[in-house]
């Protein structure tokens, strides 16, 4: 039997990983476990998120203090990365996941709904696991791991 062109195609998730502040500092830090990960993302052909709040945390304003998370940031641009901006589907499951979980951190329940995304195979890597852990208890697309 001939498929026509209405014919549902399987779709190809590349792997994801959403940095939240402590992922970010973590690799200015030099964590090797964060290298590691991001270099298995880079050579997958994945695609790397730094949400767009995370830089309310990880940077001061000031040049000369903020050199090496921009070097990074650099670095990611190169490789991969996509600085994303929260759009209003994110804010909303962001103040969703925020509401079930409990919780008033607002910039880690946006990194949370970055990583859930479109539904497709993610991790986060943070510094801080517990927090994201209960945030995305419920979807086990996503893994958190600690940097």
Request: a neutral charge; aromatic letters at 2%.
């Amino acid at each position: 039997m001939r498929r026509g062109r209405s014919a549902k195609r399987p779709r190809v998730h590349l792997p994801r990983c959403v940095l939240d502040s402590g992922g970010l500092t973590g690799l200015v830090g030099g964590s090797q476990r964060a290298r590691e990960w991001l270099r298995w993302i880079i050579e997958h052909d994945g695609v790397i998120c730094v949400p767009t709040p995370i830089l309310v945390e990880s940077t001061t304003g000031d040049g000369g203090r903020d050199a090496e998370v921009n070097r990074i940031l650099g670095v990611l641009e190169r490789a991969a990365t996509v600085l994303q901006a929260p759009d209003e589907a994110t804010a909303r499951r962001a103040g969703r996941l925020r509401y079930l979980a409990k919780t008033d951190d607002g910039i880690d329940a946006l990194v949370a709904a970055a990583a859930v995304g479109d539904g497709s195979p993610a991790i986060v890597l943070t510094s801080d696991p517990d927090d994201l852990d209960r945030l995305l208890q419920n979807d086990r697309h996503v893994s958190v791991r600690a940097v």
